[in-house]
């Protein structure tokens, strides 16, 4: 994500969504491929170009070569889910937790305040 945020404008609140998808894409699938993944979770031509290339970069700077299709191991999968963050950590005093659907979050700037905020859309409080 550190590089999307240099190549593309990605909000804190779109990194985690990406991760979220890429998350689940990994638990729903019992086999990778390549071509689908980048389709299901960039969205974006440019993105999916800009991922083509870290890709390829990081294979050849690491000496990795690894197949563009491969079972996926539901256990790892659970193993590394823990190490993502979903949290949006606002100043030092707001943790928001996003588990859903991005386009239920609005970011916005207003004028008369001069800060930032987010709006957050929801059916039930519970």
Not at 51 to 63: G, I, K, L, P, Q
């Amino acid at each position: 994500t550190k590089r999307l945020s240099q190549e593309f404008e990605v909000s804190k609140a779109d990194k985690i969504d990406l991760l979220n998808r890429s998350v689940e894409y990994f638990k729903t699938n019992d086999t990778f491929d390549k071509s689908e993944f980048e389709n299901e979770i960039f969205q974006s031509n440019d993105v999916i170009t800009s991922f083509r290339s870290f890709d390829d970069n990081y294979r050849e700077n690491n000496e990795i070569e690894m197949p563009n299709t491969f079972d996926i191991s539901q256990q790892a999968v659970k193993k590394q889910t823990k190490f993502f963050k979903s949290v949006l950590k606002l100043d030092k005093n707001f943790h928001i937790y996003i588990h859903g659907d991005r386009q239920f979050i609005e970011k916005g700037f207003d004028d008369a305040s001069g800060m930032n905020y987010y709006k957050v859309f929801f059916k039930e409080e519970k």
